[in-house]
């Protein structure tokens, strides 16, 4: 959700393909995506696959010329976007990922849950506690205006609210962040799209894919390892 919101940002032109999960990602014909059967996936012009979300977002920050959602290569401000994204897409994602070993357990029990969600609860807590630090007087993470950092966050800053692993009076400054990006067009549009509904947008989504068309875009030699 969040690189969608990151492409209506950017403005540049961009198609979109859903996935079934888990499902499609199963089949033998979707590891010429991501021999890994994950998702997110980018399939760029000439059939180069590029997968992982951090990747994706220094693919897209590549070709960021206006420099909508990012900053100028070897800047501080460069610098400081590639740490809150490195921040963002290990300690603090992976600070959920007790909750959702326990929510997606195939065969429950119910002792070893409770346990991984204690546990969860205390790891989720501390990068909250981290990332509240890092939060500035800004309206977005890193400035004034939303950046691929603000887009990163918001496609993970949900799980907090669906796993109800947080008080959110307890981090006021992620909670303004939260509320503000939630106001965005683009936030908007993101979460429509995966819900699987139509909304307009900036203009930039070029409408959608099917998935056997987005296998057949892909280079035979273009998956990654």
């Not at 033998?28 to 977002?57: C, F, K, M, Q, S």
């Not at 409770?114 to 939060?135: D, N, S, T, Y």
């Not at 429509?192 to 099917?210: I, K, N, T």
Request: net charge negative.
């Amino acid at each position: 959700m969040g690189l969608v919101a990151a492409f209506e940002w950017l403005g540049q032109p961009y198609r979109l393909c859903g996935v079934k999960m888990p499902d499609d990602m199963l089949t033998p014909a979707y590891t010429t995506l991501n021999g890994r059967r994950e998702t997110p996936v980018l399939i760029d012009g000439d059939g180069h696959v590029v997968t992982e979300t951090l990747a994706i977002a220094l693919w897209l920050e590549a070709r960021d010329a206006e420099r909508r959602i990012s900053f100028p290569p070897g800047s501080a401000e460069a610098d400081r976007l590639h740490q809150m994204l490195a921040f963002l897409n290990t300690g603090f994602t992976a600070a959920f990922s007790p909750y959702w070993a326990a929510f997606e357990m195939a065969d429950p029990d119910p002792d070893y849950q409770a346990a991984l969600r204690r546990f969860g609860q205390g790891a989720v807590a501390k990068r909250h506690r981290q990332l509240e630090a890092m939060i500035g007087e800004t309206r977005f993470l890193l400035g004034p205006r939303p950046t691929l950092a603000d887009a990163v966050f918001a496609g993970v800053a949900r799980w907090a609210d669906f796993h109800q692993a947080i008080d959110p009076a307890a981090y006021p400054r992620i909670t303004g962040l939260k509320a503000r990006l939630q106001d965005e067009p683009a936030i908007r549009f993101a979460l429509a799209v995966e819900d699987g509904a139509e909304l307009a947008g900036s203009g930039a989504a070029q409408g959608r894919v099917p998935l056997a068309e987005a296998l057949a875009l892909a280079s035979p030699q273009a998956a990654p390892a």
